[in-house]
């Protein structure tokens, strides 16, 4: 089978992006933050969002939508401020989620109360899509990284795709490694002074990024 890319430049491409994938950021923090407070089902539906909005940043790159935001700075500033808005809003909801469980009395609090408190399916897969699909990093990748690895012998759509799918691939393999970890340690991260401190930092490192996204 004949790859549009060459197998060289395809090695190199899956080594740069898995050291970036491995990279902490924001999409890691939010899979911790529904695995380790919501349980692993959570944090798949998390990382079935992400994966999905990949597929948005290769169609607006495709179709040049994403360089036209890249090159206006009052489109780049209202995408900052949406992204970075969503951040604020998704750490303030954590932060005062800590606060509510601090009320709680129970120091262990059981699976139901968890996963009822705030989190369901649809929740997570969206917070996962529109972060990713709001994260100014994601199209920097898409227009200054995937370009590096394609040719004009191929189809560019067809390179764009590819390069799309093996990223894809490596993310879902990544975090499939880090939701196996979480589904084995979580049942020891059920009293409520642990759960309080997870919710409390990655709704402060959600806060910082957030900020971090604005300035930038």
Sequence with gaps: MNLPIGGHELYSFIIVMMLMIVTPG????LVLQSGL???HKAAIYNVVGIASSMFVHTTLSGLGIALVIMKS???LSLFKVLGGGYLVYLAINSIVSAYQLSKVSEDTIDE???SNELENGRKSFTKGFTTNVLNI???F???SIFPQYMNLENNLFMQSLLLTLVFVGLLLLWYAIIIA??????HYLLDRRVQLRIKAVTG????VMAIKMLLK
């Design 137 to 139: 990093q994601t199209s």
């Design 181 to 186: 970890l979480i589904f084995k340690i979580r």
């Design 204 to 207: 402060f490192l959600l806060l």
């Design 141 to 143: 990748i898409f227009l």
């Design 112 to 114: 139901t109360y968890v």
């Design 73 to 75: 700075p009052s489109l």
């Design 26 to 29: 924001v999409n890691q923090v």
């Design 37 to 39: 407070s919501f349980g």
